[in-house]
């Protein structure tokens, strides 16, 4: 069992779950820097206002922006091949509309890209993920304007010449299709309706009308971002990122193969289809319809999109979910992306259904509909670790959730998937995106931080840490 020379092994991470120093070095406030702590049962709240004695998780995250150094070293102490982390727009641009960038920011990011460079590790650029500038909310509700595609472009020109020479992949959105869901809107676009009130994160005041007009002008900005790549370094790959459920019919009934049909088009497969494509599936024309959603193009943005489809395909995977037509069947406990429970699977603390074979399963479907390069760039288990009296912390629950997920990725490359990498997510434990809390832990790497707000923010590995590195330095032959 080994993967293809030079697979891209490494791991996964975002500005605003593990940077902190979030008013330092210039740089302004993002839409998670508005957002509290939150729980497994009590959701985080978004603050329009920051309020004096209330506890903003990302505001110091695990402090990376000052201990970089270290983290990039215990990266390159397990062997990584690549290393995938995002950029905080606000670090460049603080507001989200200047035309100068904050060199500040930007000289941040180069030394952190030097510093991977000095390690052998390829840096992974994720352009957006999660982190819109909240100025731009303020301003023009974020992603529900087009004004949004002349900020995106200006920040993306900035860094696509910064970084020339030194970076090879981008992606250009982070879970793209997280907006065709109601948690997408702030979360991923910036957009707040009845911006005072919907402070619930996760029961927002939904408006698909907002999020699927605010899709297409990412759509336009992707495709452009792409091409704009091209032009200013012919070695640069553009890559899309979505977050994919693998979707089964419940039962063999018709009823359950055509829901889930369409659940699959909405949620797996729209916007891939129109970044990879570079059009629009003809699918969406009847949920449109029926939906009371029209999407309003310029003339030239078919053009557009023609002309920029992405080089390769990228996904985040966590779980499976299953689809019912009849109303009767609840849904699924806790999956966080719908659905009903699977009777064949357990889920994680979180409830989310763990399903490595589904992995295999959708890496064949993917690379099959559009025959490029395709990377996992997020998978993981989210859990609760402890420290033993011997500051040891045994993570077998983790090991056993990857080794089966990198079973099957190996599986898929038999099946002839073109896969060329793999990124689990958190690589070092941070704070969670749809809850807000320290608690729920991915990494190889234990964070000594709380959601109280105690804790030093040293750093120790994890059994798990030795078992990725032996994984990465036998090339996915040992798997313990
Ligand atoms: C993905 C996101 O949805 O899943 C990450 O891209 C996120 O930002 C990860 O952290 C895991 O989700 P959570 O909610 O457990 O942090």
Redesign the pocket.
């Known amino acids: 069992m080994s993967f293809p020379k030079g697979f891209l092994w490494g791991g996964a991470t ?1 500005a605003n ?1 593990l940077e902190g120093g979030w008013n330092e070095g210039g740089k302004g406030i993002s839409c998670p820097d508005i957002c509290t702590g939150g729980s497994h049962t009590q959701s985080k709240r978004i603050t329009p206002t920051l309020e004096e004695g209330t506890f903003y998780p990302s505001h110091m995250a695990i402090d990376h922006y000052h201990r970089f150094k270290e983290d990039i070293a215990l990266f390159a102490k397990m062997g990584f091949k690549v290393y995938r982390f995002s950029i905080a727009w606000t670090r460049i641009f603080p507001n989200g509309d200047e035309t100068t960038p904050n060199e500040e920011g930007l000289k941040f990011y180069e030394d952190l890209i030097d510093e991977c460079l000095k390690y052998n590790i390829e840096p992974l650029i994720t352009i957006s ?2 982190e819109v500038p909240f100025g731009l909310t303020k301003k023009c509700n974020a992603w529900a304007s087009r004004e949004m595609i002349d900020y995106y472009m200006n920040y993306c020109k900035t860094i696509f010449e910064r970084y020339k020479g030194k970076v090879k992949y981008w992606l250009t959105f ?2 793209i299709n997280s907006a065709t869901m109601p948690m997408g809107a702030f979360l991923s676009q910036g957009i707040l309706n009845e911006q005072e009130k919907s402070t619930d994160f996760t029961n927002q005041v939904d408006d698909p009308q907002l999020r699927f007009q605010g899709l297409h002008h990412q759509f336009i900005a992707s495709a452009k971002a792409v091409q704009l790549a091209h032009e200013i370094d012919p070695d640069y790959k553009v890559g899309n990122m979505m ?1 994919y459920a693998t979707s089964y019919p419940l039962t063999c009934d018709p009823d359950d193969i055509i829901k889930n049909q369409q659940q699959n088009h909405i949620m797996n497969y729209f916007c891939s289809d129109v970044q990879c494509r570079g059009y629009y599936p003809t699918y969406m024309k009847r949920y449109f319809k029926e939906n009371n959603i029209e999407v309003t193009m310029e003339p030239g943005d078919e053009e557009i999109l023609k002309a920029g489809p992405v080089d390769f395909y990228t996904f ?1 995977y966590y779980m499976s979910v299953c689809q019912t037509a009849d109303p009767t069947k609840g849904a699924g406990e806790g999956n966080i992306l719908g659905g009903v429970a699977n009777p064949y699977l357990k889920a994680s603390d979180w409830g989310w259904q763990i399903d490595p074979k589904g992995l295999r399963y959708s890496l064949n479907e993917i690379y099959d509909r559009y025959q490029i390069p395709v990377m996992v760039v ?1 998978n993981g288990l ?1 859990a609760y670790d402890e420290i033993e009296a011997d500051g040891s912390i045994n993570d077998d629950y983790r090991i056993d959730y990857l080794r089966s997920h990198i079973e099957q990725m190996h599986e898929a490359i038999l099946d002839g998937v073109d896969l060329i990498g793999y990124t689990p ?2 690589c070092i434990d941070l704070v ?4 807000g809390e320290y608690a ?1 832990r991915y990494g190889f790497i234990y964070v000594e931080r709380y959601d109280d707000g105690t804790g030093d923010f040293s750093r120790r590995e994890k059994k798990s840490f030795n078992w990725y590195k032996k994984v990465i330095e036998t090339n996915g032959e040992d798997l313990g």
């Open positions: 975002a779950q993920h999660y982070n879970e977050i985040s997020e989210g997510w958190g969670s995106a749809s809850t729920k």
